[in-house]
């Protein structure tokens, strides 16, 4: 029974060494590393949360950006690649919030409830496309450190890399991962008043 | 064992427990019917939410595949050369802190020049200027500030910063009893000169930071009285914001050195007191600023407005590297300057000329790691250079 729910364990990031300098800047050579090492998964990770690969590379270049242009607070020169998946992560956040408000993403996803039904070509297709606009608005809606987790560990991040991003205790992060997933939900039934089946 | 938290039973779902962990509650579990249920309605949740966040997934891209295309893409995007601001600041004290504004408030103006009708995603992000190096203009803001006709524009554009500028950051000027302490109260480590063996004292200059939106029709006001009614502001410069950081800085004094605000602006205190040394060592300020703008024909009008005629200026700016360079105008007083290296580094050496019986002076100033240094003093200025390699 459990190791149809069992999921392969993630590769994790390897470690890295920054060097920050004493004006609180991330050095050329560690920029170069923390980018190389971090934008496939970072892409990914947004990638998912917009649906849309250009939105999600523009939205990983704006918090590189800000990485690169930022004076680090002393807080965050301990671990600056959580602090830029967070950044980013919010960033997106708040994308899918602002197409929520500003496009016609709520309500094609409320009128895809009636219309999912119709037998037509690439119905499959049709499904899952609505499903995505669906699942994006419950994101946008739900509390942003349970989209957080939640995109995380469905791009595929460890317990230890989440812990690490969200500057979390690793013994909390199931609590969490637990919370986020009931949040989740409730947020998706409030909205469309069903159960996505898949 | 004990029944295992939610957490736990959580991790055991995702394969996240080492092998002891698994096989303990394994064995727990085929015993604990009540567990057994929770994992079972718990795994159904988390395999209901991951299929549907797994639904999100779309095709990758050529530059997600392959980073090194990402970051090159990235590079390109970065602003260009031509998008950092010109420090016209020199960092001594402040006798300059009209010169500072005044080119600040020049160079506000010019970026009003450049601002296209719509702006792309690129545009809507700020650029943020910092200083890598320094360069020499000579440009005499002092002068200026002290004649009628140059003046009036001039101090109207002060006033237009101070009364538009929204002080976020003013913090009063301190002092420090130890190296360790300064760079504590900094925020950087401060550096001292091995050379010097006696005490030095330690000032450390306030943070400040602030912003300030452009009131166009007063700007153009501004330029309409200072004689360059040819340059026409758009309508898109009204309301465009301009934030400014400037970190904390450390002056390092050696010798008998006057305290900062018992400097004054007249002739004989632009050159410290006979045995005063000081060492000027600041982080790099921060100018964030709509980063569509062409900041090279924005240090032209500055220099146009400034005095140079159009070639000249239009000459210099295509010499410097405006991305992250500190421009130091040289004063009134400096008889000489020249170009000189500090372990490596590129500086400046600006010889101040013998006046009112006084001895000569000379500041020397030059970037190391994003960290503005300056170095003035009483003494033959070729002492100067060794003098500012020995900092450790």
Known sequence: MLEGVLETLPKTAPPMTTSVLASGRLSSQSFEELFLSTYPRLVSLLRRMLGESGRAEEIANEAFLKLHSTVLPPSARANIRGWLYRTAMNLGIDDLRARARHSRVAQEASQAVSSSGQPETGLQLLLRQETQKRVRLAISHIKPEWAQILLLRASGHSYKEIASHLEVSLSSVGTLLIRAEAGFEKCYLELFGEKEVL | ?392
Not at chain 2, 7 to 16: C, F, G, H, Q, V
Not at chain 2, 78 to 86: T, V, Y
Not at chain 2, 248 to 259: I, M, P, S
């Open chain 2, 1 to 392: 064992m004990n029944c295992p938290t939610d957490s736990t039973l959580r991790a055991y779902i995702d394969a996240e427990l080492n092998p002891l962990e698994i096989s303990e509650l394994k064995n727990h579990i085929q015993t604990c019917p009540a567990c057994q249920a929770r994992l079972q309605a718990m795994s159904a949740t988390a395999l209901h939410v991951g299929s549907q966040l797994a639904s999100l997934d779309v095709p990758l891209s050529a530059s997600e595949m392959n980073p090194q295309i990402a970051l090159a893409r990235f590079r390109a995007s970065l602003p260009a050369p031509e998008e950092r601001l010109p420090f016209f600041a020199l960092i001594f004290a402040r006798r300059t802190r009209f010169a500072w504004a005044a080119s600040f408030a020049v160079a506000v103006l010019a970026i009003s020049l450049m601002f296209p009708a719509t702006r792309s995603f690129a545009q809507r992000l700020l650029a943020t200027l910092r200083v890598e190096r320094v360069q020499t203009v000579s440009l005499d803001f002092e002068a200026m500030s002290n004649s009628g006709s140059s003046r009036q524009p001039l101090d109207a554009l002060a006033k237009l910063l101070s009364d538009n500028a929204v002080v976020t950051t003013n913090e009063k000027v301190s002092s420090a009893d130890s190296q360790s302490a300064a760079s504590q109260a900094a925020g950087f480590p401060v550096r001292l000169l091995s050379n010097r063996t006696d005490e030095p004292t330690f000032e450390i200059s306030g943070a400040h930071a602030f912003h300030l939106t452009l009131n166009r029709s007063r700007l153009q006001d501004i330029l309409d009285q200072a004689g360059r009614p040819d340059l026409i502001l758009p309508a898109t410069l009204d309301g465009a914001q301009v934030s400014v950081q400037i970190p904390r800085a450390v002056a390092v004094k050696y010798g008998a050195c006057k305290k900062q605000d018992q400097e004054s602006t007249d002739q004989a205190s632009t050159t410290p007191a006979n045995s005063c040394l000081v060492l000027i060592q600041a982080p790099s300020p921060l100018i964030n600023v709509p980063s569509d703008l062409n900041i090279q024909q924005l240090a032209e009008i500055g220099l146009q407005f400034a005095g140079w005629n159009a070639v000249k200026a239009r000459e210099y700016c295509q010499s410097v590297d405006w991305k992250s360079t500190l421009v130091v105008p040289i004063p009134h007083n400096v008889q000489s300057y020249e170009t000189v290296y500090i372990n490596g580094v590129r500086g400046t050496l600006m010889h101040f000329a013998n006046s009112n019986g006084q001895r000569p002076a000379f500041a020397l100033v030059w970037v190391d790691h994003e960290i503005i240094y300056g170095l003035t003093g009483k003494d033959e200025a070729s002492s100067a250079v060794q003098l500012a390699s020995s900092l450790q």
